[in-house]
């Protein structure tokens, strides 16, 4: 298959289609061990080095380390402080950014990192560079790398024209069903059933355990996961319907998704494509990135898929001591203000039972799971 | 907010300096990026995440004066500036430049370029950044997100550092001159077979200028020269200049009658290389072989601090030709006002062309 490059179908929107692995067959060709390498950074190479790599002498090459030395292009002068913007500075870049920090200090009364920020910035950044410390759990020169977005299905008013959404990298090598299982969704966790009189008989299974079926959607086919016996093709109803008049679309095919790694793959970057589970739970999935791997990534393959940002959703807090996370919803309640009412744990079961566990007033009580629940 | 406010600014101004300064060599860049401690340009009180961000997006906007169409002295000045950048800012680990795999064969030409041009400066440079893994070699250039913009940007290029537009030059090539001369002639033949006196053509067959052609050439050639002289800020060094003029216009018949048609069509020399001194052994130009009809040379060797404009590879597709050609000028334009192309007295019984209707 020749490795033609991607380019845009869409000008700076999505790319035209193509196999992920050709990517990395595309610059496997192109480049050399050195830039493939997943080593800490190369040490300084010789004079007689540079000299057959640029078709000069050995004296030459001295000269150029001299001349070109990044030291040519830093201060000479003593420690200079990187916080502190040079009073009368000749970039536009400099004067601007003094403008807006100095603003920021007047308006601002405490100027440091929330939580939110601290945790975007860790989620970022903790991975860097690990190594693994079983070395077969080492990830190989010119692996791919992936990073989708996944959105969150469509919850709140709020959201409506920024989508929050899930960043995830994950491994050319990988399987399709490695990132099914990593994708934590409300959704999985939900217990369905009413549970007023029992309180305390929190059921064994949560949806996830219950409804295992799940399919990816990429370019006309539906990798449907067929892991287990409870495992239903999903994508059927859509392919019957596709099938039973001549609406446009291509040939629908549908496969299973442990069958498939991400190289194997054809889509399109850029563009929306879907993960359905739990029957009707949709999320939309963008591909906004493929690379090689590079030796500052995490190099463990056992922590890929590896999340690396994540929307915080706030999360409903009890009616009653607005403490703590809501646990339970209760509709039709005579003891509580609002329909539906949220409690936590605690305040729940203060209010609605006794000392002796009776039920109190009437009421219909539901074990409810908070979206921020992931936060 | 997606860009940095006054970045592209203080980029385009350190990279019209360099150009300015007519010359590809490091040590004038760094001189001038010291002048304006350019270094400093990641300094701030920015925490970690936003820092991040800065100094990607910096990283951005210098890698788009590193690709075409930008000439081959602004892509230096980039190559030079990301150098300064990827090493300047303060990220651990430093935030990476990405090239995308179609913009990847481009790099290699223009690297080699480097390494036969014999500017070995900027050839280390490129070396050195890519041996420390400062690349990420990614399917498209930006993240796609399927974000619709909801104003349209259009695809900025600043003019200045372009090459002046070839236009002229891509349509009035050697080799459609060339063609044009052989149609010429082979009908000036064919009038003469039909013709009673056979040295001549009839009187009455004589409906276009004999001199077309060549004078298709010339003013060409004016276009051209008026370009460059309008795009060279200041010519320091005189004497190089003349260097030059009396190498093109130096005559030397090749002999047969057809050869010197074509000698007075290529219209550009790159024959004698001047020697330079011994100071400056990083810019020993190099004569490159000649092939005829190879289109795409190298780039001509000026590794040498001079008023001449550094020249990219393969844009002009003229041949480069040993020895002097003839370029016979049969107008010569000593300013740099646009050429008047005047019209010539028709000879004497000569049909004048009507105008063709469009």
Same mark, same amino acid.
């Given at each position: 298959e020749t490795a033609t490059a991607p380019d845009y179908e869409s000008a700076e929107m999505y790319t035209r289609a193509?196999?992920?692995?050709t990517l990395g067959l595309g610059w496997r060709r192109l480049l050399g061990p050195p830039d493939l390498s997943l080593e800490e950074e190369a040490a300084e190479e010789g004079d007689a080095d540079v000299a057959a790599a640029l078709g000069c002498v050995p004296g030459t090459a001295a000269d150029l380390r001299a001349v070109c030395s990044i030291d040519m292009l830093m201060?000479?002068?003593?420690?200079?402080?990187?916080?502190v913007i040079p009073?009368?500075?000749?970039?536009l870049t400099l004067r601007i950014r003094k403008k807006a920090l100095e603003r920021r200090e007047e308006t601002i009364i405490v100027d440091r990192a929330c939580r939110q920020e601290t945790l975007t910035y860790e989620m970022e950044s903790? $991975?860097?560079g690990k190594r693994p *410390?079983?070395?077969?759990?080492l990830i190989e020169e010119g692996e791919l790398l992936l990073t989708l977005n996944i959105f969150y299905p469509v919850?709140?008013?709020?959201?409506?024209d920024h989508k929050p959404y899930q960043t995830v990298l994950v491994l050319g090598?990988?399987?399709?069903t490695e990132l099914r299982d990593s994708i934590s969704c409300v959704s999985d966790l939900q217990i369905g059933g009413e549970f007023s009189?029992?309180?305390?008989?929190?059921?064994?299974?949560i949806s996830k355990d219950l409804y295992k079926s799940a399919f990816f959607y990429f370019e006309g086919i539906f990798y449907n *996961?067929?892991?287990?016996?409870?495992?239903?093709?999903?994508?059927r109803t859509i392919i019957e319907w596709s099938e039973?008049?001549?609406?446009?679309?291509?040939n629908l095919r549908s496969v299973k998704m442990?069958?498939?790694?991400?190289? *194997?793959l054809y889509l399109k970057i850029g563009f929306p494509y879907l993960y359905c589970h739990q029957g009707n739970c949709e999320h939309i999935i963008i591909i906004t990135d493929i690379r090689l791997v590079h030796h500052?990534?995490?190099?463990?393959?056992?922590?890929?898929?590896?999340?690396?940002k994540k929307h915080w959703l706030c999360t409903r807090k009890c009616?009653?001591?607005?403490?703590y996370t809501a646990r339970w919803v209760t509709n039709r309640?005579?003891? $509580?203000?609002?329909?539906p009412c949220f409690f936590c744990d605690v305040c729940f079961r203060m209010l609605h039972y006794d000392a002796e566990g009776n039920k109190l007033g009437e009421f219909l009580a539901y074990p409810y799971v908070d979206p921020g629940i992931f936060n | 907010m997606n860009e940095v406010p006054g970045l592209k600014e203080d980029c385009e101004e350190l990279l019209s300096a360099f150009q300015q300064a007519d010359t590809v060599r490091f040590e004038r860049f760094a001189e001038l990026w010291r002048q304006r401690r350019?270094?400093?340009?990641?300094?701030?009180?920015?925490?970690a995440l936003e820092r991040n961000k800065l100094s990607k997006k910096t990283l951005d906007v210098a890698l788009?004066?590193?690709?075409?169409?930008?000439s081959f002295q602004i892509r230096v000045g980039a190559l030079y500036l990301l150098y300064g950048l990827y090493n300047a800012q303060l990220c651990q680990p430093k935030q990476k430049i990405r090239i995308a795999l179609k913009d990847w064969p481009e790099i290699q030409r223009f690297q080699q370029d480097l390494v036969d041009s014999l500017h070995y400066d900027a050839a280390y440079v490129f070396r050195r950044l890519r041996l420390a893994r400062a690349f990420h070699f990614t399917a498209m250039p930006k993240l796609l997100?399927?974000?619709?913009?909801?104003k349209i940007e259009e695809?900025?290029?600043?003019?200045?550092?372009?090459?002046?537009?070839n236009r002229v030059n891509s349509l009035i090539s050697n080799d459609v001159l060339e063609e044009m001369m052989n149609i010429h002639e082979h009908y000036q033949k064919m009038k003469r077979i039909i013709s009673a006196d056979k040295s001549q053509p009839y009187?009455?067959?004589?409906?276009?200028?004999?001199d077309f052609v060549v004078n298709l050439k010339d003013i060409t050639l004016e276009h051209q020269e008026w370009q460059q002289g309008r795009m060279?800020?200041?010519?320091?060094?005189?004497e190089t200049d003349e260097t030059e003029k009396r190498e093109e216009t130096l005559l030397k018949s090749e002999g047969s009658e057809r050869a010197n048609a074509l000698a007075r069509i290529k219209y550009r020399s790159y024959s004698a290389a001047v020697e330079v001194s011994k100071s400056r052994r990083h810019r020993q130009v190099q004569l490159e072989s000649s092939e005829s009809g190879?289109?795409?040379?190298?780039?001509?060797?000026?590794?040498?601090?001079?008023?001449r404009r550094p020249q990219p590879a393969r844009r002009r597709c003229s041949s480069e030709v040993r020895g002097e050609m003839q370029v016979a000028k049969e107008t010569v334009t000593q300013?740099?006002?646009?050429?008047v192309i005047t019209e010539e007295d028709s000879d004497e019984g000569e049909v004048s062309l009507p105008k063709r209707r469009r």
């Amino acid at each position: 298959e020749t490795a033609t490059a991607p380019d845009y179908e869409s000008a700076e929107m999505y790319t035209r289609a193509f196999r992920v692995g050709t990517l990395g067959l595309g610059w496997r060709r192109l480049l050399g061990p050195p830039d493939l390498s997943l080593e800490e950074e190369a040490a300084e190479e010789g004079d007689a080095d540079v000299a057959a790599a640029l078709g000069c002498v050995p004296g030459t090459a001295a000269d150029l380390r001299a001349v070109c030395s990044i030291d040519m292009l830093m201060s000479s002068e003593k420690e200079e402080d990187p916080d502190v913007i040079p009073e009368d500075s000749s970039l536009l870049t400099l004067r601007i950014r003094k403008k807006a920090l100095e603003r920021r200090e007047e308006t601002i009364i405490v100027d440091r990192a929330c939580r939110q920020e601290t945790l975007t910035y860790e989620m970022e950044s903790l $991975a860097t560079g690990k190594r693994p *410390d079983n070395p077969t759990d080492l990830i190989e020169e010119g692996e791919l790398l992936l990073t989708l977005n996944i959105f969150y299905p469509v919850i709140f008013q709020k959201h409506k024209d920024h989508k929050p959404y899930q960043t995830v990298l994950v491994l050319g090598s990988q399987k399709l069903t490695e990132l099914r299982d990593s994708i934590s969704c409300v959704s999985d966790l939900q217990i369905g059933g009413e549970f007023s009189s029992q309180p305390d008989q929190a059921p064994e299974h949560i949806s996830k355990d219950l409804y295992k079926s799940a399919f990816f959607y990429f370019e006309g086919i539906f990798y449907n *996961d067929k892991r287990y016996p409870e495992c239903r093709d999903l994508s059927r109803t859509i392919i019957e319907w596709s099938e039973s008049h001549d609406r446009g679309y291509e040939n629908l095919r549908s496969v299973k998704m442990e069958d498939y790694v991400f190289n *194997d793959l054809y889509l399109k970057i850029g563009f929306p494509y879907l993960y359905c589970h739990q029957g009707n739970c949709e999320h939309i999935i963008i591909i906004t990135d493929i690379r090689l791997v590079h030796h500052d990534d995490c190099l463990d393959r056992t922590l890929y898929p590896l999340l690396v940002k994540k929307h915080w959703l706030c999360t409903r807090k009890c009616f009653v001591c607005n403490m703590y996370t809501a646990r339970w919803v209760t509709n039709r309640d005579s003891l $509580a203000p609002e329909d539906p009412c949220f409690f936590c744990d605690v305040c729940f079961r203060m209010l609605h039972y006794d000392a002796e566990g009776n039920k109190l007033g009437e009421f219909l009580a539901y074990p409810y799971v908070d979206p921020g629940i992931f936060n | 907010m997606n860009e940095v406010p006054g970045l592209k600014e203080d980029c385009e101004e350190l990279l019209s300096a360099f150009q300015q300064a007519d010359t590809v060599r490091f040590e004038r860049f760094a001189e001038l990026w010291r002048q304006r401690r350019f270094h400093t340009v990641f300094y701030g009180r920015i925490r970690a995440l936003e820092r991040n961000k800065l100094s990607k997006k910096t990283l951005d906007v210098a890698l788009q004066y590193f690709l075409p169409p930008y000439s081959f002295q602004i892509r230096v000045g980039a190559l030079y500036l990301l150098y300064g950048l990827y090493n300047a800012q303060l990220c651990q680990p430093k935030q990476k430049i990405r090239i995308a795999l179609k913009d990847w064969p481009e790099i290699q030409r223009f690297q080699q370029d480097l390494v036969d041009s014999l500017h070995y400066d900027a050839a280390y440079v490129f070396r050195r950044l890519r041996l420390a893994r400062a690349f990420h070699f990614t399917a498209m250039p930006k993240l796609l997100t399927y974000r619709t913009k909801k104003k349209i940007e259009e695809n900025y290029l600043k003019e200045e550092f372009k090459d002046p537009s070839n236009r002229v030059n891509s349509l009035i090539s050697n080799d459609v001159l060339e063609e044009m001369m052989n149609i010429h002639e082979h009908y000036q033949k064919m009038k003469r077979i039909i013709s009673a006196d056979k040295s001549q053509p009839y009187k009455a067959l004589s409906l276009i200028k004999d001199d077309f052609v060549v004078n298709l050439k010339d003013i060409t050639l004016e276009h051209q020269e008026w370009q460059q002289g309008r795009m060279k800020s200041f010519q320091s060094t005189k004497e190089t200049d003349e260097t030059e003029k009396r190498e093109e216009t130096l005559l030397k018949s090749e002999g047969s009658e057809r050869a010197n048609a074509l000698a007075r069509i290529k219209y550009r020399s790159y024959s004698a290389a001047v020697e330079v001194s011994k100071s400056r052994r990083h810019r020993q130009v190099q004569l490159e072989s000649s092939e005829s009809g190879s289109s795409c040379g190298k780039s001509p060797s000026r590794s040498r601090i001079t008023s001449r404009r550094p020249q990219p590879a393969r844009r002009r597709c003229s041949s480069e030709v040993r020895g002097e050609m003839q370029v016979a000028k049969e107008t010569v334009t000593q300013h740099i006002g646009m050429p008047v192309i005047t019209e010539e007295d028709s000879d004497e019984g000569e049909v004048s062309l009507p105008k063709r209707r469009r």
